[in-house]
């Protein structure tokens, strides 16, 4: 490795590529800064800049008021930053670093709202490129005021409001709303939370129906492992090589998928295909989507919990855990396979393609990222795994319930003098839990009541299976399952999960 003693900045090694950004014009709209989009839709982006078939640029903002930190450091590097991606490509080891320059515009929108309008009405905007995670389509009533919207949905439907005013309701003026939320289904789920603002607020009928016939909300599914910033010492080996430092580094695998519920007439407005990427305009995105969301992200949703109550920190240590390792493998084959109505053969062949990426050896996708969120990714990646054994009358298999019983326990949770939400795991480390706060709020008063009334356990576990509210049904209805997850639960506070 030859070092640098000399550290320039991301910046001044690509005064070119922040001087072709300033001359595109801004065609997508993306409120999202997180490590997925910077390492999926935004290097793809930059695929097609590269190779000559996308002139525009992209407009970045936060969803979330809490995201402004990573937002300034973004604008700080002129919206430039480094993709490495690594790990097994047809068998063979790659390893690829690109600098991505897609960023025209970098700002924080509950700072800079009337920027955030400038764009919505400008005639040059095609796209709104979002992820803001399952629980930000959430629709949630919201006053409609002077100032910034906070949910994602409202935002979207004030901007869209803006523009329809300012284009007088052109037709040709509406959005292509492309979501990578993980959500079957996520553009109706985000049309439909746009239109319940729209009524909220009084919106015209006229706008209802222009938003409705003249906006394309298209479903799609994602599919990428995006590791983000790698561990301190492989950055710093990184930046002496490199001569410069990046804030924003982020790794990511070879393999990616978008599966996107549009015609062909799309790869026109985006040539995605053209460019090689693996990229499917398609009618029936169902079998993408339940064969990604119940197989890949149900084993990381079940790995997430257990995982961090026992001190394992990644992806690929779990793998390599004497039991977990093991345990995961057999859930997805024997539990969560046979609850999918595709061929076996074709399903067992994605398992073992997801396992093989799950250890890829160059990523270390930290445990902690994942449960970010888990009670909706729980909801939307392993319940719908319980429902089928449910509505079968049958018993749902123990590895399944395991994942309930360790969610449960790892959001065993209270407030600390900060006001963050934080466990305790097994061997006494404490973690911190980034969720939904109404459902933190839930979950705690839910143990803490419990504490409060010397309650049993299993009272415990029917009082949260029962709460509506936080699952959509009441669990603690489905046969068994209120005293198989008590009875798991106390298995794994005392270390003892292996039956």
């Known amino acids: 490795m030859t070092l640098s003693n000399e550290m320039t900045t991301l910046s001044e090694q690509n005064k070119d590529v922040i001087e072709s950004l300033k001359q595109s014009p801004v065609q997508i709209l993306q409120i999202g800064e997180g490590n997925f989009l910077r390492g999926f839709a935004d290097w793809m982006i930059h695929v097609l800049r590269g190779q000559g078939l996308f002139a525009g640029s992209v407009a970045v903002t936060q969803p979330r008021p809490s995201g402004k930190p990573k937002i300034e450091q973004l604008a700080g590097q002129d919206g430039l930053y480094t993709l490495v ?261 074709e399903l067992k062949s994605y398992a073992a393609t997801v396992f093989d990426r799950f250890g890829n050896p160059y990523i270390r996708h930290r445990l902690a990222d994942i449960a970010m969120n888990s009670v909706s990714k729980f909801k939307t990646r392993l319940l719908p795994s319980f429902a089928y054994y449910a509505a079968a009358g049958k018993q749902i298999p123990a590895g399944l319930t395991l994942s309930l019983a360790a969610l449960l326990c790892y959001y065993n949770v209270s407030r600390n003098e900060d006001g963050v939400y934080q466990g305790v795991s097994l061997n006494g480390e404490t973690y911190a839990v980034r969720d939904d706060e109404k459902s933190l709020a839930r979950i705690e008063a839910h143990w803490e009541g419990a504490r409060v009334a010397e309650s049993q356990r299993d009272d415990l576990v029917k009082s949260l299976l029962a709460d509506v509210e936080l699952w959509g049904q009441d669990l603690s209805e489905w046969n068994g399952l209120t005293e198989a997850v008590a009875r798991q639960m106390e298995q794994l506070e005392r270390g003892d999960f292996h039956e």
């Open 85 to 345: 991606t690594q790990g097994l490509e047809d068998g063979e080891t790659v390893m690829r670093k690109e600098t991505i320059g897609v960023f025209a515009h970098v700002f924080d929108p509950y700072s800079e709202w009337q920027r955030l309008i400038e764009l919505a009405v400008s005639p040059d905007l095609q796209f709104v490129i979002s992820n803001t995670t399952e629980a930000g389509l959430v629709y949630r009533p919201e006053e409609l005021t002077d100032g910034p919207i906070l949910s994602y949905p409202g935002k979207l439907a004030f901007l869209l409001h803006e523009r329809y005013q300012a284009f007088q309701g052109d037709p040709s003026k509406g959005l292509i709303l492309l979501p990578c939320e993980l959500l079957e289904r996520n553009g109706d789920v985000l049309k439909d939370a746009v239109l319940r603002y729209a009524k909220d607020w009084r919106f015209s009928a006229d706008f209802c129906a222009w938003v409705q016939e003249h906006n394309r909300f298209l479903n799609s599914l994602v599919d990428r492992i995006v590791t983000g910033y790698p561990e301190e010492s492989q950055a710093e080996s990184w930046f002496a090589e490199w001569g410069y430092r990046d804030a924003m580094l982020c790794t990511a695998e070879p393999y990616h998928l978008w599966a996107i519920e549009a015609g062909a007439e799309m790869e026109a407005l985006l040539p995605l295909r053209k460019a090689g990427l693996n990229v499917h305009w398609t009618d029936d995105l169902a079998p993408f989507q339940q064969r990604k969301v119940r197989i890949l992200n149900g084993a990381h949703t079940w790995m997430a919990p257990i995982g961090l109550l026992h001190g394992v920190e990644h992806v690929r240590a779990l793998l390599e855990h004497p039991v977990l390792g093991a345990k995961v493998r057999d859930i997805v084959q024997e539990d969560i396979l046979p609850t999918l109505p595709y061929e076996e053969e």
